[in-house]
């Protein structure tokens, strides 16, 4: 069964492909060419993953996809709806029945494809030297050398040399054209030139130390063309293997068994067999097998591997836990709340696996030359050989300087430039707990200039504590406190949770009923035959609750104190205030300073009053005019949207259910991993940790991935803008043109895997 994806356009849907063969940007080229070509159907091609994802309308079927991309002259198959998966792979020709040497498919362990690489490698190089010994050192010819020569150069040209032929023939069938054509040209060419010479005038080689401008063999060029690109190919494909690693690394985190706690009896189950709200046990040293909620036990969790954290975090009956993460110290009852595709790992994954199959704008420059580049070569090509012959009349000039245009064209680091780049970067992000959602997030953080950064579980802690209950009528501390505790144990919001915490201590809370919820002003309900809400004064006011001028003026003495304050109104009565305080986050004010390194200006955007948003700034270093107080969820949305319209490029961090529209509002939304799902939803770039320094590190990896991609493209380009005239001027041998074809991938490659070492 495809792995298929309901989308927001009305009847389509996504279907992801395995697809065995493509070599180079061409390749990318022609298949997203020929499945664009299905009404209502857009794919986008991923050249190292092998991969593609395909959007198709409700009337186009899974089999004309496949069906499609065969006719092409690949072999495609439908993914399988399970975890993501980062196939190893690294082929060099397309076929139409299954793996084969020096192409795996979906799954194939990397030694193994690998292995077919280099055993082509190994006898193309064991040929090759005793050939370029006899051709380029007169002292070692002997009589007739240059039959040896052909034998020797025999096998390179067709077993070495045969998944190239293979490719060019099987595109040929399709009239269509990629870099392996220009590779199997080049080597037909030069050995049939070469041994035509050789038959011609079978006495050309019949005496040794002869004249070497006196004739033109080229088996040394043809052999020496294929070991170097089947070199450069296998160091390639196991260059991409290690770009991918991150993410199958960050795949395989999760536990294989569970011991699940049933009828009072631990048993061992496999950790897929799980089912929401079964209770495992997890021992010290253990990995948690699924989401859920601490049932029993206290322990200390290291969520590093998940989040990028290395300070173990506390866990207490109540508090979350994620699957994949190591319990530390003690034994602890969890009670699985997310299983199979809906864990945060699951998440992750996907998110990760989808930014790498997507494709970076700046990658559409490139797709749109390689789709015609190898057509135009073999032009080239043809009219290099046909120039120097009415020119020159030199016959081996013209046929090596052809050559050497056909071989040194070859765009294979075209087609690797964009995806080993951000393959190699999101799966380094993943690593440090950074999600980045897709390609276009790279570009997107290459032009932001402002961040705006949510209070509240984004610069400080959120774990606000109540300091004081101020009663305002005849009702005490301790019941204003419970009550208030029972209606807001309902809400998500930090102040709810904090008040709902300092309740329960004093006891069970009464249940509530007719509980609403106003976003930004607080709560409403009905405990114990009271009428209670809880929040802002607006919020009071909209329900006929009146606070006199003394009570604000208690009110604000609070605030000013550094109080975050809310009121509680008990049958329609100001009750009291209760008085909350925050703490700053460690390492907020080092992430502010980092922006500003940045470029960006960072400002501070909360629903909290104007007293404690100000004293948070000045803590972290935020300017005072940059500060926005007391702002409801929606008018978030507008602030963000006056700062774009003031020509800001803005960027918005937040972690709640207030904050999800600003973030989409944002040009680059950026959600902390600690928030709800929503707004983790809404956000371009997700950082699976709390803390705000990873925000400032997720928008640097981002443009230093961008980076790296342009410094990819940049060579790619000018490999080939450079190489092409120098090869057709005739200054450019053969051999070298292969050699530094090869290399051009490596480089690319190389250069891509600079950003494992990001952050260290």
Known sequence: MATTTQTEAPNTRIVELDIEGMTCASCVARVERKLGKLEGVSATVNLPLESAQVTVPETVTDQQIVETVNATGYKATLKTASAPEVPERGAIAPDTGGPREGQAAAGTPVHVHAAGLLRRLIV??????????????????????????????????????????????????????????????????????????????PDLTAHPGMDMDAHALYFEVAAVVVTFLLLGRYLEANAKQRAGDALKALLNLGAKEAVVLRHGVETRVPAGSLAAGDVFVVRPG?????????????????????????????????????????????????????????????QMGRLVSQAQSGKAPIARLADRISSVFVPVVLAVAVLTFVLWMVITGDLNGAFTSAVAVLVIACPCALGLATPVGLLTGTGRGAQLGILIRGPQVLEDTRTVDTIVLDKTGTVTTGNLAVTAVTPLASIGEDEILQL????EAASEHPLGRAITAAAGQHGPLPAVSAFTSTPGGGVRGTVSGHTVVAGREGLLAGHGITVTQEHR???????????????VAVDGTPAGIISLRDTIKDGSKAAVTRFRELGLRPMLLTGDNAAVAAQVAKAVGIDAHDVLAEVLPHEKVEHVRRLQVSGR?????????????????????????????????????????????????????????????????????????????IAALGLLNPMIAGAAMAASSVLVVTNSLRLRRFGR
Not at 324 to 336: M, P
Not at 666 to 695: F, R
Request: charged content about 15%.
């Open 286 to 346: 253990e990995k948690i097998a699924t989401d859920g909620i601490v049932a029993e036990g206290e322990s200390a969790v290291d969520v590093s591997l998940v989040t990028g954290e290395s300070v173990p975090v506390d866990v207490t009956p109540g508090d979350p836990v994620t699957g994949a993460t190591i319990n530390a110290s003690g034994r602890l009852l969890v009670r699985a709340t997310r299983v199979g595709s809906e864990t945060t790992l699951a």
């Open 124 to 201: 193309a190089a064991v040929f090759t030297v005793p050939v370029v010994v006899v051709s380029m050192v007169p002292g070692a010819q002997f009589p007739n050398w240059g039959w040896l020569a052909l034998v020797l150069t025999l096998p390179v040209v067709s077993w070495a040399a045969w998944p190239f032929h293979r490719a060019a023939a099987i595109n040929a069938r399709h009239l269509g054209s990629t870099m392996d054509t220009l590779v199997s040209l080049g080597v037909t060419a030069a050995f049939l030139f070469s041994a035509w010479q050789l038959f011609a005038d």
């Open 649 to 725: 490029t803005v960027a918005m961090a937040g972690d709640g259910v207030n904050d999800a529209a600003a973030l989409a509002q944002a040009d680059l939304g950026i959600a902390m991993g600690s928030g709800t799902d929503v707004a983790i939803e809404a956000a371009d770039l997700t950082v699976m940790g709390d803390h705000l320094p990873q925000v400032a590190q997720a928008i640097e990896l981002s443009r230093r991935t961008l980076a790296t991609i342009k410094t990819n493209l940049f060579w790619a380009f000018f490999y080939n803008a450079v190489g092409i005239p």
């Open 553 to 567: 003026e208690l009110l604000s003495e609070l605030q000013d104190g550094g109080a975050t304050a809310v009121w």
């Open 484 to 487: 208030a505790g029972a209606v």
